[in-house]
């Protein structure tokens, strides 16, 4: 098996529940975020982005939150679902320098 | 969006060896990345590969062991060189088109032993 996201935090969700997944980022610079979506084997996935003049993007079934105050970046998944099962990261952008990955959220949904 | 393919997807590859890994991208792309993906781990940056130019690494990542190329706006190359156990892991190249969007290939899973 794939041992991407093992060691990463879990995030148990019921299947139907909302998922909230947080990523918290250190440079006050980073102006673009996005969340990737990694699933066992595979390439991360872009899944949603937003940029820093901006505090909520809605996509579908998720949302992006952005509070640039406390440095804290949260997606959220609606009715989540197994196929939502996955490793989360975070990713920050500070101008043109390359993106900076969080650590990682592993998203369990249980049927 | 950009689609990207990496080859070989996995390798097994004996200590004191080099592999050569390709990235293809199916249109031309502003930037592209090489990430370096630990068991386990997040993705770090190892270097952007410049077309027409030397790459530029991050702290910790040098050229001599791992050498990039870049000839043309849809094709790279990283060379892991004189490879040891702590080399294994995921290799993933990324590229950048316009706007900001950063796409991901699928990686290359690399074992030494």
């Known amino acids: 098996g794939e041992s991407v996201g093992l060691h990463l935090p879990t995030l148990s969700v019921q299947e139907g529940d909302n998922s909230i997944i947080n990523c918290a980022y250190s440079n006050s610079a980073s102006d673009y975020f996005i969340w990737y979506k990694q699933e066992s084997g595979k390439g991360p996935q872009f899944i949603i982005d937003i940029r820093s003049n901006m505090d909520k993007r809605q996509g579908q079934r998720v949302t992006v939150l952005l509070n640039k105050t406390v440095k804290h970046l949260s997606l959220q998944i609606a009715a989540t679902q197994p196929g939502d099962s996955a490793v989360y990261f975070c990713a920050e952008r500070a101008g043109n320098t390359p993106l900076v990955f969080g650590k990682g959220t592993r998203l369990s949904v249980i049927a | 969006s950009a689609v990207i393919s990496q080859k070989p997807s996995r390798d097994i590859c004996q200590r004191g060896t080099s592999l050569t890994i390709q990235c293809q991208v199916d249109s031309q792309v502003t930037m592209m990345f090489w990430y370096r993906q630990q068991p386990g781990q997040s993705l770090t940056l190892i270097a952007t590969a410049n077309q027409g130019s030397e790459a530029t690494y991050e702290s910790g990542f040098v050229i001599d062991k791992f050498p990039i190329s870049r000839p043309n706006l849809t094709f790279s190359t990283l060379t892991v060189s004189n490879m040891s156990p702590e080399d294994s892991s995921i290799y993933l190249c990324?590229?950048?088109?316009?706007?900001?969007?950063?796409?991901f290939g699928p990686g290359t899973r690399l074992t030494v032993l």
């Open positions: 990324s590229s950048l088109k316009s706007g900001y969007e950063q796409f």
